[in-house]
């Protein structure tokens, strides 16, 4: 029969297959409860990211106003106009917004001049009113039916220029 100092000697040289595993499942919890927060982290700097744009966007178009005496040229969404040359970072405005929509200008929308997100049919998943509401908040009144930035359409948000 083994001594006690021997049952402990060969105890401290690893672990069990029991421990192993009770180990690997506190982990895998552990995991589970930290990856949500990590989506939101990413899903908040989403919306900052679009607001940050559409703050820098609305300053290019009232300089471009200013400037021009003339309101922003519509455009095809996703298209930006080489007449807003030095007002607005073609770059940043033709690439995709962080929140899978594309930036456009507008006039046909029920107002003289604006610019927002428009989710198009078919290119990436269109965000809700509620996901909107929170950019809306960031850069304005936290109201899509009033203030400057405003739902004008289906899938389209928009900061009006001029009513």
Request: proline share 2%.
């Amino acid at each position: 029969m083994r001594t006690v100092k021997e049952l402990m000697r060969s105890r401290q040289q690893g672990l069990t297959l029991v421990e192993m595993m009770i180990v690997i499942l506190i982990l895998a919890i552990l995991a589970a409860a930290a990856i949500p927060q990590f989506k939101n982290v990413s899903e908040d700097a989403k919306k900052k990211q679009v607001a940050k744009n559409l703050r820098s966007f609305l300053d290019g178009c009232v300089r471009y106003k200013l400037k021009t005496g003339e309101e922003v040229p519509d455009t095809s969404s996703g298209t930006w106009h080489p007449d807003l040359e030095g007002f607005i970072d073609r770059d940043s405005f033709e690439r995709r917004t962080p929140v899978e929509g594309v930036y456009d200008t507008d006039d046909d929308l029920g107002v003289t001049s604006a610019f927002g997100v428009h989710f198009l049919t078919g290119a990436g998943q269109a965000k809700d009113d509620s996901y909107m509401l929170e950019v809306d908040e960031l850069v304005d009144d936290g109201d899509l039916e009033s203030g400057g930035f405003q739902k004008l359409g289906t899938a389209r948000y928009y900061y009006i220029l001029t009513q």
